[in-house]
């Protein structure tokens, strides 16, 4: 059987206050982001992983290292990068709010099909991800096929 483990990265120092950090900042975990990876990794230590796959993201894959210690080695995949945030970037949501208020309201009224300007949609991001699953689930039915 298949389990999937899902798990988002820790902290960063750009968490606080919060901006929206996707696929162009690429920065490490804080010192707090640390200490939250460990004590996930301490929750799941009893967890078996036969496989750990990361975004590539420098703060993704900080994460997963940690979960990772004594199981296999951390493998990425771009397809479970964040969600491309474009013009919004980087920005706190008081800055999306002066600088371009009137389409954040929009946008989170449907954030499944309106994609940040410059950026994503919802289901775009949903799509990539589920490619990526799909892909999974095929190499672990090959797998026990030969097995």
């Known amino acids: 059987m298949l389990t999937v483990v899902l798990t988002r990265h820790g902290l960063t120092n750009r968490s606080d206050p919060e901006q ?33 796959i990361a975004s590539p993201l420098f703060r993704a894959q900080e994460t997963a290292e940690t979960l990772a210690r004594g199981h296999a080695g951390v493998e990425t995949d771009p397809r479970l990068k964040e969600m491309d945030y474009g013009a919004w970037e980087g920005l706190t949501y008081e800055q999306i709010e002066e600088r371009d208020g009137a389409a954040r309201r929009e946008w989170e009224l449907a954030p499944d099909r309106l994609a940040c300007p410059g950026g994503e949609s919802g289901n775009e991001v949903a799509e990539r991800v589920r490619s990526f699953l799909v892909d999974l689930i095929d190499e672990h039915r090959a797998w026990h096929a030969r097995a």
């Open 20 to 52: 929206h950090l996707g696929q162009h900042i690429d920065i490490s975990l804080s010192d707090a982001g640390r200490r939250q990876a460990e004590a996930l990794a301490r929750r799941l230590g009893g967890v078996h992983f036969d496989r750990v």
